[in-house]
Nanobody, 125 residues
Framework: QLQLVESGGGLVQPGGSLRLSCAAS????????IGWFRQAPGKEREGVSC????????NYVDSVKGRFTISRDNAKNTVYLQMNSLKPEDTAVYYC??????????????????WGQGTQVTVSS
């Protein structure tokens, strides 16, 4: 059973930055696609970004392109989501998820088997 733990959330002013981390409970994360998702109150969960197991494929939702960057450090069993130029509409609980597969990654929640508990990101002045 793979366990994921998110960290790095918090309160930030509009235009600020945060870096979220998704750490795995054990090694072998390099065999897993990782996705970042978010859910704001009253809204459906949204796939924000994903990175393939090899790191060679990434995908972003249009609303974060140019502002968010996903990356992975397999030696540390950790995936990051660097979020810059944050906007109030980025406020949500952010979740990372993993699935054991190869090929391109997808931002659909049904593509992922393992989920973290989430970390709150609040963008407000």
């Amino acid at each position: 059973q793979l366990q994921l733990v998110e960290s790095g959330g918090g309160l930030v002013q509009p235009g600020g930055s945060l870096r979220l981390s998704c750490a795995a409970s054990r090694g072998g994360l390099d065999y897993y696609h990782i996705g970042w998702f978010r859910q704001a109150p009253g809204k459906e969960r949204e796939g924000v970004s994903c990175i393939s197991s090899s790191g060679g494929n990434t995908n972003y939702v249009d609303s974060v392109k140019g502002r968010f960057t996903i990356s992975r450090d397999n030696a540390k069993n950790t995936v990051y989501l660097q979020m810059n130029s944050l906007k109030p509409e980025d406020t949500a609980v952010y979740y990372c998820a993993a699935d054991f597969r190869a090929g391109p990654c997808f931002r659909q929640a049904t593509s992922y088997r393992y989920w973290g508990q989430g970390t709150q990101v609040t963008v407000s002045s």
